[in-house]
């Protein structure tokens, strides 16, 4: 009875939790015009690490050494990647809808490739590039939505509706999520979630400079560019291997 009781209280409060993560998405959403994208979708990276602390937190189980490595090298590829990268610039709008004509068709055909690909294979391989096509569709849905509430603020509420953008954005959002069942179902989260975490990270930066005209640093600033990208790809790998992201936890009394 009070393990039913339990079960009841989590489910709630788990519906709170997606509730209130919707209410935040939306409202982070009506901020995204003012800053450039090539800033705001890296740093969700470290939504995994984040994720699987607050797991250990609430599941009381001891958080193992390896998590808190991956944690750490998320965090550092992240930090010295936004350092040395450091994008600035860029508009809030795409100027003149002929631009998304080439980065639509690049985009599809980058996508079909991957699911070509990854229809004939089996397993990881299979996984990892479902995983990277659908990181390329939540990175295609960011950008549409900076571009389609950038209308909310200069043409108003008519002019975002109006906006192709906005439709664009659901069905890219959805075609995202369609191909990250897939690919979770396809093999192991050790597969997805780097091609994922990255695959978003590094697209959306690429929409940024190639749409809306931001910049970034070059040079010998690719350097420390590809540590952080190194670390990134290293911590997501340490913390996917990890029985949190797996579902296992150790013993609550092992708790420090």
């Not at 090539?38 to 994720?51: D, G, K, N, S």
């Not at 003149?96 to 985009?107: E, K, Q, R």
């Not at 540590?227 to 997501?236: E, H, Q, R, W, Y």
């Amino acid at each position: 009875m009070m393990g039913r009781v339990i079960s009841v209280l989590f489910a709630v409060l788990t519906a709170l939790s997606n509730g209130s993560a919707s209410v935040l998405q939306r409202r982070a959403a009506m901020k995204v015009p003012s800053g450039p994208i090539a800033v705001v979708q890296p740093i969700f990276v470290i939504e995994l690490p984040a994720t699987l602390l607050l797991a250990g937190l609430v599941m009381r189980a001891r958080v193992p050494r390896p998590v808190w490595f991956g944690v750490a090298a998320v965090t550092l590829g992240l930090a010295l990647g936004m350092a040395s990268a450091a994008p600035v610039g860029g508009a809030d709008q795409v100027h003149g809808g002929a631009a998304w004509i080439p980065a639509l068709v690049v985009t599809g055909l980058f996508e079909a490739a991957l699911i070509a690909a990854a229809l004939s294979t089996r397993g990881n391989a299979r996984a990892a590039l479902l995983g990277l096509a659908a990181a390329c569709g939540y990175a295609l849905t960011a950008a549409l939505m900076k571009d389609a509430m950038s209308r909310l603020e200069s043409h108003g509420v008519l002019g975002l509706l109006a906006a192709w953008q906005l439709y664009a954005t659901a069905a890219a959002g959805v075609g995202a999520l369609f191909l990250l069942q897939n690919a979770l179902q396809a093999g192991s989260l050790v597969a997805v979630q780097p091609m994922l975490t990255l695959g978003d990270a590094l697209i959306s930066i690429t929409y940024g400079v190639t749409l809306f005209g931001e910049h970034l640093r070059a040079g010998w600033w690719l350097l420390p560019q590809l540590i952080g990208v190194g670390l990134i790809a290293t911590g997501c790998v340490i913390l996917a291997r990890s029985p949190l992201a797996s579902g296992g936890q150790e013993p609550a009394s092992r708790v420090k």
